[in-house]
């Protein structure tokens, strides 16, 4: 995933589902690849980059922000964190956005440098990933609004606490920001979510598909458009400024799709 190894379970899927749903599970998610976007340009870069409307975005607030290509097909589905008034960080989806990101910006000669910063994310997520996060960091968390984010330092462990993740049950994301503590910030985060009931695992498919969360490059091929992922309320395709495949947006708006993906309720035993 992203040009790197990530863990695809720890021995009992059951349980893994199990701690997600009931408990706290926490998943190294470190293929979740950072791309740092800096310099006076910054803004304009990422705002050419996605159909969503980021004007009104501050520092320490992150954004889902779908990117397409001049075709209008999705091409990564990222957050978007504005770490201060110059930079923007995208923690992206499978796909090469960096090399993506650093053309459009050398085409469309910005004012910017676009590259991966040393950043290693971990995700606590479940019901009680909140109150393993606030024993580690503090009940400040507890008042994080979502996809808010702050910087830490965790026993000199430098993290970005970020109430995000790839699930629908509640949790976390500590963008850990020097990856020789790797080891050091998950054994902090397992011996505080002991009491809780943590224990590894990854992001759950099973979870995603329940709680109607897209997965990039699973659900998606090299012709898919933000209209049929319903993707539409992350869209602001008729605001004044140009951005990557807005003409082409324009027009799938206007003649409709031919395929959306939905999900479906199916009685079990």
Not at 51 to 67: A, E, F, L, S
Not at 142 to 158: A, I, M, Q, T
Not at 242 to 256: C, M, N, S, W, Y
Request: proline share 5%.
């Amino acid at each position: 995933y992203n040009r790197m190894y990530m863990p695809t379970g720890y021995g009992d899927a059951a349980a893994e589902y199990d701690r997600l749903i009931n408990k706290v599970a926490m998943w190294d998610v470190s293929v979740e690849r950072q791309v740092a976007i800096v310099g006076r340009n910054a803004k304009d870069l990422v705002k050419y980059l996605t159909p969503r409307n980021i004007d009104n975005i501050k520092i320490g607030q992150g954004r889902y922000v779908p990117i397409c290509d001049f075709n209008g097909t999705v091409i990564n589905d990222p957050v978007l964190l504005q770490i201060s008034e110059d930079e923007y960080w995208l923690s992206i989806a499978d796909s090469d956005i960096r090399l993506w990101a650093a053309g459009i910006g050398g085409a469309k000669n910005f004012d910017v440098e676009v590259y991966e910063p040393d950043v290693s994310p971990l995700a606590v997520q479940g019901p009680k990933a909140e109150d393993v996060i606030a024993s580690l960091c503090g009940n400040w968390v507890r008042d994080l609004k979502y996809f808010g984010f702050r910087d830490f330092e965790l026993n000199g462990v430098p993290v970005i606490v970020a109430r995000s993740g790839w699930s629908k049950q509640g949790g976390f994301e500590l963008y850990l920001l020097d990856s020789s503590k790797g080891t050091t910030l998950w054994n902090l985060v397992a011996e505080a979510g002991e009491p809780f009931g943590i224990g590894p695992g990854t992001p759950n498919y099973i979870e995603r598909i329940e709680s109607g969360l897209v997965s990039y490059g699973a659900d998606t091929d090299e012709m898919t458009n933000p209209f049929e992922l319903g993707l539409d309320r992350f869209m602001d395709i008729d605001q004044p400024h140009d951005f990557v495949g807005k003409t082409a947006l324009q027009v799938i708006k206007r003649e409709g799709v031919s395929r959306r993906f939905m999900g479906l309720m199916i009685d079990g035993a």
